[in-house]
């Protein structure tokens, strides 16, 4: 289908209302329930099947369309897919509305949630992810507290028994 979706069609599928949506497109068109869900999803919801725009200008044209519809999930998924980005990131610059932010920095690929070991000869507060005041621990203490407190209860219910 070619033309546009009918106003009225189109804000029950962006007012959540997706199965009346495609009811209602197949009564007034005669569709099947797959190409009537297929053609509401590639132009309502932007998932045309195409590469999302990765040019500063296309991006940023692109989500500024989508905010205009009022689609801040489509806005949202359009700088996630051309920037690589975290959802959480990606909803904080879209709701920034600073155009600026939107721009696809160098594509760097995902950064790892670990930082990388400090080079030889590093002092520790130079090391990445180092946290003035907090204490790196390795969990060990944790452990034996819970063996002896296991073996305090069970000695406990065996000389009461």
Do not use: C
Request: glycine content about 10%.
């Amino acid at each position: 289908m070619s033309a546009p979706i009918p106003a009225h069609i189109a804000s029950l599928w962006r007012n959540n209302d997706k199965i009346a949506a495609i009811k209602r497109l197949r009564e007034e068109t005669g569709m099947g329930l797959a190409e009537a869900k297929h053609v509401l999803e590639s132009q309502l919801d932007g998932g045309d099947g195409h590469e999302p725009p990765r040019e500063g200008a296309a991006l940023r044209t692109a989500i500024e369309t989508a905010l205009a519809r009022g689609d801040k999930i489509v806005a949202i998924k359009l700088l996630r897919d051309a920037t690589g980005i975290g959802l959480k990131d990606a909803k904080d610059r879209i709701e920034s509305g600073d155009p600026q932010q939107w721009l696809v920095e160098a594509h760097l690929p995902h950064t790892p949630s670990h930082p990388a070991p400090a080079p030889a000869g590093t002092a520790a507060w130079m090391a990445p992810g180092h946290e003035p005041g907090r204490v790196q621990s390795s969990g060990a203490w944790t452990a034996v507290f819970v063996v002896v407190l296991a073996l305090v209860l069970a000695g406990w219910y065996f000389w009461r028994a």
